[in-house]
Nanobody, 122 residues
């Protein structure tokens, strides 16, 4: 069992930056990859970035390349999503997720967080 708790979502202006946090807890975390997804109103949930919890290698969606970065702090058991040059179209609920496979994280998520709202004003 893995628990994920997101935080850090808020209202920001276009062009700004924001860092989201995901507190990860549970057993055998080294066996999981942790990733970030988002879902805008009326749209499907979209994969952004993922990280192998033990090795630290990452997997970035094309749509996230250049502006979104994932990292993790094993001591704090926290994953981060750094978002730069935010745009109004980045407005969405951002979810943290855990998967047994970084390569398959897009389609194989075993645990979800509750989500945190990010709103980007123009």
């Amino acid at each position: 069992q893995v628990q994920l708790v997101e935080s850090g979502g808020k209202l920001v202006q276009a062009g700004g930056s924001l860092r989201l946090s995901c507190l990860v807890s549970g057993r055998a975390l080294s066996s999981y990859a942790v990733g970030w997804f988002r879902q805008a109103p009326g749209k499907e949930r979209e994969f952004l970035v993922g990280i192998n919890w033990s090795q630290g290698n990452t997997y970035v969606a094309d749509s996230a390349t250049g502006r979104f970065t994932i990292s993790r702090d094993n001591v704090k058991s926290t994953a981060y999503l750094q978002m730069n040059n935010l745009k109004p179209e980045d407005t969405a609920v951002y979810y943290c997720a855990a998967s047994p496979s970084l390569a398959a994280i897009r389609i194989l998520v075993q645990y979800w967080g509750q989500g945190t709202q990010v709103t980007v004003s123009s």
